[in-house]
């Protein structure tokens, strides 16, 4: 079974720090494209961050810039997500997800596979 699994949400202050984690089983996801979603309550699911194969090359939100930084470990197929600086209104559930497409997108319509989703809750 393919299977992405997200991990390390939690409830955090406004200015801390939260690192998520995403595994990939059932395949291996080291030739896909990584992105990082959220989606807060009433909203639409947004994208936060994207990496390509070699992990070179790092796309992100405007509103996440220069507070998230995304990375791989294609050897343990894993995707991070390191998020600084936290503000309230980070606060979603947050996705991982993969594309086999060749270049990072930020519509989500071109992913092939999902974890389950992650919570990130900052209080103010």
């Known amino acids: 079974q393919v299977q992405l699994v997200e991990s390390g949400g939690g409830l955090v202050q406004a200015g801390g720090s939260l690192r998520l984690s995403c595994a990939g089983s059932?395949?291996?996801?080291?030739?896909?494209?990584m992105a990082w979603f959220r989606q807060a309550p009433g909203k639409e699911r947004e994208f936060v961050s994207a990496i390509n194969r070699s992990g070179g090359t790092t796309y992100y939100a405007d509103s996440v810039k220069g507070r998230f930084t995304i990375s791989r470990d294609n050897g343990n197929d894993t995707v991070y997500l390191q998020m600084n600086s936290l503000k309230p209104e980070d606060t979603a559930v947050y996705y991982c997800?993969?594309?086999?497409?060749?270049?990072?997108?930020?519509?989500?319509?071109?992913?092939?596979?999902w974890g389950q989703g992650t919570q990130v809750t900052v209080s103010s």
């Open positions: 059932g395949r291996t996801f080291r030739s896909d494209i």
């Open positions: 997800a993969a594309d086999t497409g060749l270049i990072p997108r930020r519509e989500s319509r071109y992913y092939d596979y």
